[in-house]
Each structure stands twice: as C-alpha cells, then as structure tokens.
C-alpha cells in the first residue's frame, strides 16, 4: 500500500514555502511567469475540460478528447455508455468488504482513479457533496452498505432529471437514516427531512418556504418505512392523507406531488444552477451564466445531462478568467496526481491521506456537505498543505516507501513513461511532464530550473531516455516533487 513519510523530502521544506496565498473565497498567486489571465496551452481547452469535468487527465486522454474537438469532447463526456469501462472487473479482483468503512473509501477511490466515466464519476461526486449522507449515521456497520448503494444510484442516474434523482433519494436507506425520514409516522411526522430537502437540496435558504410549508411537506412524505437489510416500502395507510399546503399548492399531496412542487418551483432552477457553476466553473457565478443554465433546467424537463451540456459550453468555462480559478478539492488533488503519473495501485491508505488533507470520503462534515465545494480556498491551512506535500512525497516513493515494490513499481512507470514518449534529453522530460501536469503554462526561468534539477550529479539508479543517455532516477523523483507540489498545480 501506499505508505506516508514522517515530513517532506528535503526538497520540499524549500516548496513549502511555495508563492501560494490562500484568502477567504479567492486564491491569489505569487509568481513570476504566471498569472490567471496566461491563455491556455495548445491542449489546454481540453485539458481545463478534462480537469474539471474528471479528476486530471493522462496525455492518452488529451490526445483522444483533443481529436474529438471541444464539442465531441462535452459529448463523450456526457455519454457514459459510450466509453468502454473494465472498472467493476478490476475492482471485483480486490475482493473487498464493503461492510468495512476502509474498503467503502477504497471501492470509490477506485472508480475515480482508474474509472473511464470520467464526468459520470464527477457528477457523482457532486451529488454526494449536494445530497449528502454518511456513513457516520447510517444505524452501525450493517448500514454501511447503503452507502454504497447511494453511491451507485448517484452514479446511474449522474444525468437524469432532477426530479428523478429526488424521488430515488427520498427513499433511499443511508438518507433515511441520515435524515430521519424513516422514523417519520402519519401520528407524528419528522421534519428533518423535509427542512432540508427545501433548505439545501432545492430552494435554498433564502428560497421563500415557511415552518408551515416545512411541516405539510413532512406530513406528505409519510408512508415510508424501512426494514432490516435496507428494503424500503411504501404502505399508503401509513401516509397522512388530510388535505395540506405545499408552497402554495393545497390537496392531499404525497411523495411524489413534494418533488414535483419542489423541484419545479422557481428557486431551485436558480439554487442548483449555482450550486453546479461553483463546483465546476468559479466561486462567484455571473447571473448572466446562471439564467442561461436556468434556461436549460427549465424548459428540458430538469435534465441534468442538458444542464451540463449549457455549463461546458458557456462561454465563461473556457475563458481565461476561470482557469484554474479554483483551488482543487483534497479528492480532486489525489486522484488527478495518481492518474496523470499513470502509478497503478490497490487504493489502500488513499482515502486516510484525503482525510489528512481535510476530505473524508462517504463523511462529509455536515448535511450542507463540503463548505470547499463553494469556497475553494477553505480546503487549504498549514496542516493541510503538509499533508499534500506529504502525499507527494509517498507517491514518489519517499518517505518509509522507500526501496519498497512501490518503489520499484514507480521506477517502471517512470522508466515506461520516457521510453512510450521518445524523451531524449532534460529539456524534453520536463517538456512533457510540465504539459501533462500543468498544461504547459510555466516561464523560462522556472523551466530551466527544472531542468537544471535533472542535471545535477546523482550516483543512484538511473532511468534511461531516447537515444541512450541516462537520467537520474533521484532527480526526476525532485523534478516532479517541484511540479506536482507547485501552486499551479493545486489549482484546478
């Protein structure tokens, strides 16, 4: 597994001291040869595509998506079906236990690493942060698994319509147990999930419903009941049918009549709209974006898929001002820096370095989920950069890693890497990693250090690139420490 060392490699006590400046909602860099209006790089449209809408992208991914043009990029994205994906065969061959909370955070970490969904998997990971459950209250060990089952339905329906990803939610296990909707009776129905469902899945806070409204809707969505082993029922004699007001609808309304009402009252086009453009945009959506997204949401029927489509088109997403405009998420950090140095791993112990870093995975902190989803700058502190710089460290089998198969097995990739790309000289190794990690984007100055980095004297083992010189296998372990924990980096 992937082991952690006690402190950053000696390298990294300089890189701490990196240029980046983190304050409340904005995220300020402090280099030479880099600021946030630098036009993309040749690829860079499809790479800010890739980065967003997935978890970083490999050159092969760049290479494939690039050939498809911007617009049958989105498509694929989009078409989960139409990618070919051998992620559930790998993960059966691990032989997991998902009544075990380690083995849960694997399964997912898995499917983000080495899932060919990309959006798809995105998408899921937005709605855990938005409809949030744990696995901190899902009735001990034996609902552990109904955290999984919310992640797969997340995941099967990432681009239904809205009200369909509501009523699946409404009566799923982990979230009746999360927010107690499976304590609710017709003699005394439970709010909580009612509250919410308007205060954070729809309306908003600000979106115009009363404690009146709250409790008729909570009356309405009786019915439920949830037995052992996670099967949910639905018995019409336990649902309160009186007449009762919703929003400024009256009759006897149930389930399905509360989605409906919610779902397509006018705040929620608004409150969900922003809530996808600060996930996958920047932190302070333009109203002019936000009623185009609006738009769609309305007059589609609520497709989610079509929302999508909107947002990756508009022209804010590809423009100067949004890239990087975002600090990445703990889980964005991780599983981009895994998949772009194409390491291959088992998933264990990732899922604690995310915790480390301030993301627990299946635990967000509260029912609003990730306060980082909306405000980047709040992922970062000095204990959760260390982390990161830690996490680096490990990946480049530093720290109690080394000499280990991990090791070994980095060496092969690395090795892999400078053979498949015809590598040649420094300048070409640090060409090719600076375009995958960080599109291209660096000045001279910091790109002669680099390689200046690769030519320092080193007696360890060596790499050999194109044409039969050798490379340190130390110094392109620094090299790439340097990038991977740079400011540019971070960002998304």
């Known amino acids: 597994g992937l082991l952690i060392g006690a402190g950053a490699a000696g390298v990294g006590a300089a890189a701490i001291a990196t240029g980046l400046l983190v304050t409340t909602g904005h995220v300020h860099l402090q280099l030479p040869g880099l600021s946030q209006s630098v036009p993309a790089a040749p690829h860079g449209q499809i790479q800010q595509l890739l980065r967003r809408a997935g978890f970083g992208a490999r050159a092969s991914d760049v290479a494939s998506y690039s050939a498809l043009g911007y617009a049958g990029a989105v498509d694929r994205l989009l078409d989960p079906t139409s990618v070919t994906d051998d992620i559930d065969a790998k993960l059966q061959s691990l032989a997991l236990d998902l009544t075990k909370v380690t083995d849960m955070q694997r399964w997912w970490v898995m499917r983000m690493i080495y899932g060919k969904r990309q959006l798809q998997e995105k998408m899921t990971l937005f709605w855990h942060g938005l409809l949030t459950s744990s696995y901190q ?57 009612a509250r919410e469902l308007m205060e954070l899945f729809t309306l908003g806070v600000s979106g115009g419903y009363t404690q009146a409204d709250v409790h008729d809707a909570a009356r309405a969505l009786t019915g439920f009941s949830l037995k052992r082993g996670g099967t949910v029922t639905y018995n019409p004699a336990q649902h309160d049918d009186g007449a009762k007001t919703l929003l400024g609808h009256t009759g006897n309304l149930d389930y399905k009549d509360v989605i409906h009402i919610v779902a397509g009252h006018p705040a929620t086009g608004p409150y969900l709209c922003k809530r996808l453009y600060q996930f996958f945009v920047g932190e302070q959506p333009n109203d002019a974006d936000v009623q185009t997204l609006v738009g769609v949401y309305t007059s589609t029927g609520h497709n989610m898929k079509e929302v999508m489509r909107a947002l990756l088109h508009l022209p804010t997403f590809q423009a100067p001002a949004a890239y990087r405009a975002r600090l990445k998420s703990p889980i964005e950090f991780t599983i981009g820096a895994i998949r772009q140095m194409e390491v291959q791993l088992n998933g264990q112990g990732i899922a604690n370095l995310m915790a480390q870093m301030g993301q627990t995975v299946f635990a967000p902190p509260s029912v609003a989920g990730w306060t980082g989803d909306i405000s980047s700058a709040d992922w970062l502190n000095t204990g959760t950069w260390l982390a990161r710089v830690n996490f680096i460290n490990a990946l480049l089998g530093g720290g109690k890693a080394t000499n280990s198969a991990a090791q070994q097995a980095l060496l092969q990739t690395l090795q892999t890497t400078l053979t498949n790309n015809h590598l040649a000289t420094p300048e070409d190794v640090v060409g090719y990693y600076v375009n995958v990690l960080i599109d291209g984007v660096l000045s001279d100055a910091r790109r002669a250090t680099l390689v200046a980095t690769l030519t320092t004297p080193d007696s360890g083992a060596s790499l050999k690139m194109a044409g039969g010189k050798t490379l340190s296998a130390e110094n392109l372990r620094t090299m790439l420490y340097l990038l991977l924990t740079s400011p540019e980096y971070q960002l998304n």
Do not use: C
């Not at 809205?162 to 439970?190: F, V």
């Open 137 to 193: 209250k899902v009735g001990g060990q034996t609902g552990y698994p109904y955290i999984v089952t919310q992640n797969n339905f997340l995941r099967n329906h990432a681009f239904d319509s809205y009200d369909n990803i509501l009523l699946g939610i409404t009566q799923d296990p982990a979230m009746m147990w999360w927010l107690d909707l499976r304590l609710s009776k017709k003699t005394a129905p439970n709010e909580n999930y």
